[in-house]
């Protein structure tokens, strides 16, 4: 079962790429999901600001080429303060 956080994302993620299946979120990766380039990433960044209420630095969303690896750098940004 998803979290919270998990739910929230993936909420996320079918704004930006409507055309995916729910099931198919937490294993869409950049290799695997058409579209999924620096305009939805952008999107993405904004959306996930929306949704969790804090700015995530684009350098550091570079580096998150997986739902996993948002889902990382947005638990560690929580972790954070």
């Known amino acids: 079962m998803q979290d ?3 739910e ?3 909420d ?3 704004r930006v790429f409507p055309t995916l299946s729910r099931s198919a979120i937490p294993s869409a990766t950049h290799d695997n999901v058409a579209g999924w380039d620096s305009i939805a990433d952008l999107t993405l960044v ?3 600001g929306e949704e969790f209420g804090f700015e995530i630095d684009f350098e ?3 580096h998150a080429t997986s739902f996993t690896a948002v889902l990382e750098l947005i638990r560690a ?3 954070d303060g």
């Open 4 to 6: 919270r956080q998990e």
């Open 8 to 10: 929230r994302l993936a």
């Open 12 to 14: 996320c993620f079918e």
């Open 46 to 48: 904004s959306l996930i």
């Open 60 to 62: 550091d969303f570079e």
């Open 77 to 79: 940004r929580i972790a």
